[in-house]
């Protein structure tokens, strides 16, 4: 791939979304963008690129960089901090609030499996604090494409064969005429989806008692970091925790949140983590 061509999209994507593609990893630009290639008729990426610079078409321009990022997720990734959140801390929220229910964000969720994921535990392993309690999930993502699929549910044979157990899928999944599995309706209803880009303000979102951010950040520039950590910090409601993935840290990012003393990749409102811990 020319240095030019290569310079071009990973522009796209540093200033579309904050992603940081680094020279040695150019084929995944090749890659990621081979299907849109394909369907365009592009011989080239360089047909692409020209393609962008000319016609000046934001949708194309924003299914191009939502191409560029990384889709790579499964369904109960990191199943300690997911089963955790389930098990203690929705419990302990929602006897807090006023309104007897809990508003859960996944930030940055792909196609959807990390909130179908949650939908399932609530299916199947509803602590008895939870029991009638409304727990709202919303799921949103940059990429248009990836949000209409999590809203149908509908998986290919690896992806489901990527974290869920066959008892799970056969419980909770339909097999399709195309040989795809589907999400029931009960666990489709309990998610929405909605597209955002996180380095766009999300009031419009809402607040949320539980913010997921996990294996996101750790592939943006520093200051997109900064931008996301701030947004997440807006939309955290009082007493609410946002969950990291691991080896992730919002250190330096943000003095508005400080690591959460009791919940692992945990953060939560600076000088709230001492006063919860001392209340205990």
């Known amino acids: 791939m020319q240095d030019t061509i290569f310079n071009a999209l990973a522009d796209l994507a540093l200033n579309a979304s904050g992603q940081l593609i680094p020279a040695s990893k150019a084929y995944l630009i090749e890659a990621r963008l081979a299907a849109i290639a394909r369907r365009e008729g592009f011989g080239t990426l360089e047909d692409l690129v020209h393609c962008?610079?000319?016609?000046?078409?934001?949708?194309?321009?924003?299914?191009?960089?939502?191409?560029?990022?990384?889709?790579?997720?499964?369904?109960?990734?990191?199943?300690?901090?997911?089963?955790?959140?389930?098990?203690?801390?929705?419990?302990?929220?929602?006897?807090?609030?006023?309104?007897?229910?809990?508003?859960?964000?996944?930030?940055?969720?792909?196609?959807g499996q990390e909130a179908l994921s949650l939908a399932l535990l609530l299916e199947d392993e509803t602590p008895a604090g939870l029991?009638?309690?409304?727990?709202?999930?919303?799921?949103?993502?940059?990429?248009?494409?990836?949000?209409?699929?999590?809203?149908?549910?509908?998986?290919?044979?690896?992806?489901?064969?990527?974290?869920?157990?066959?008892?799970?899928?056969?419980?909770?999944?339909?097999?399709l005429d195309s040989s795809d599995w589907q999400a029931s309706e009960a666990l489709r209803t309990r998610v929405s989806f909605r597209v955002q880009n996180l380095l766009e303000p999300a009031g419009g979102l809402g607040k949320f008692e539980?913010?997921?951010?996990?294996?996101?950040?750790?592939?943006?520039?520093?200051?997109?970091?900064?931008?996301?950590?701030?947004s997440l910090a807006n939309?955290?409601?009082?007493?609410?925790?946002?969950?990291?993935?691991e080896g992730e840290s919002l250190y330096g990012l943000t003095d508005r949140l400080e690591p959460a003393g009791d919940v692992r990749c945990g953060w939560v409102a600076a000088g709230t983590a001492n006063a919860k811990a001392s209340a205990a």
């Open 131 to 175: 029991a009638g309690a409304k727990v709202e999930i919303l799921s949103t993502d940059l990429c248009k494409q990836a949000i209409e699929k999590g809203r149908s549910g509908i998986f290919g044979h690896y992806e489901v064969q990527r974290g869920l157990s066959i008892q799970r899928l056969l419980k909770h999944f339909t097999r």
């Open 210 to 230: 539980i913010v997921l951010c996990r294996n996101v950040m750790s592939g943006m520039a520093r200051s997109a970091r900064v931008r996301v950590a701030e």
């Open 52 to 111: 962008l610079e000319s016609r000046q078409n934001p949708v194309f321009r924003a299914e191009v960089a939502a191409a560029l990022l990384s889709r790579d997720t499964w369904f109960f990734r990191e199943y300690g901090s997911l089963e955790t959140l389930v098990r203690a801390m929705l419990a302990e929220r929602i006897a807090a609030s006023p309104a007897g229910g809990i508003r859960i964000w996944c930030a940055g969720g792909s196609t």
């Open 235 to 245: 939309q955290l409601g009082p007493g609410g925790l946002i969950v990291l993935g």
